[in-house]
């Protein structure tokens, strides 16, 4: 089965600083890859999905996210965080067989004002 | 609106008793699942279903057994609760198949085994 890397358990950033969210997964074949945002006592929302075409897709709230099948990852950008943008953020990856998305342990991001 | 709906939101339980967690969702997706959350270890897979009357094992399956008796209804049973079944347990509804299979979560259900 397909699985997930978050090598970031905890990330602390200012307001208006950039940020990058590192994604690694293991999937034997074509990977769809998810990035979802869970607030405090919520359930997770979808930020922004891959499957192919532009390795660069755009999500909500200015967050954008790289894909690179040679590093297998799938890290999730943004230019400049805002204090709302605290929150814990998951990475997922499922596969075109209706297989279901395995997830990462999550990074707790932190923006500092 | 459609939505994932879980019941109950929090629920203390003792050791050795049945759980039952109730999903609900009206956006009439095939495919439905149960996760646990707990610090460290993310969302783990415990059961999933393809539609009514299907279940299947997850990674995690041990301890908790699944129903799927209509299309809009997931349940998730805990016959003999233990205290390490404390947790957050959220369940989701998904298209099928691939990209189309992005998840739409409930709020959660907290479960404390005492």
């Known amino acids: 089965a397909q699985s997930v890397t978050q090598p970031d358990a905890r990330v602390t950033v200012s307001e208006g600083a950039s940020l990058q969210l590192r994604c690694k997964y293991s999937?034997?074949?074509?990977?769809?890859l998810f990035w979802y945002v869970q607030y405090p006592r919520q359930g997770l929302q979808l930020l922004l999905k891959?499957?192919?075409?532009?390795?660069v897709v755009q999500g909500v709230n200015g967050f954008e996210a790289e894909f690179s099948k040679s590093n297998s990852s799938f890290h999730l950008r943004k230019a400049s965080v805002h204090w709302s943008d605290s929150a814990v953020y998951f990475c997922?990856?499922?596969?075109?067989?209706?297989?279901?998305?395995?997830f990462g342990a999550g990074t707790k991001l932190t923006v500092k004002p | 609106e459609a939505a994932v709906t879980q019941s109950p939101r929090n629920k203390v339980a003792v050791t050795g008793g049945k759980v039952t967690l109730s999903c609900n969702q009206t956006?009439?997706?095939?495919?439905m699942y149960w996760y646990r959350q707990d610090t460290g270890h993310g969302l783990r897979l415990i059961h999933y279903?393809?539609?009514?009357?299907?279940?299947e094992k997850g990674d995690i399956p041990d301890g908790y057994k699944a129903s799927r008796p209509s299309q809009e209804n997931f349940s998730l049973i805990l016959e003999l609760a233990t205290p390490s079944q404390t947790s957050v347990y959220f369940c989701?509804?998904?298209?099928?198949?691939?990209?189309?299979?992005?998840?739409?979560f409930g709020e959660g259900s907290r479960l404390i085994v005492v």
């Open positions: 891959y499957y192919s075409g532009d390795p």
């Open positions: 997922a990856v499922s596969g075109n067989n209706n297989n279901a998305p395995r």
């Open positions: 989701a509804s998904g298209g099928t198949g691939g990209a189309g299979n992005t998840l739409y």
């Open positions: 279903s393809y539609g009514a009357g299907s279940t």
């Open positions: 999937y034997s074949a074509t990977p769809y």
């Open positions: 956006n009439n997706h095939n495919n």
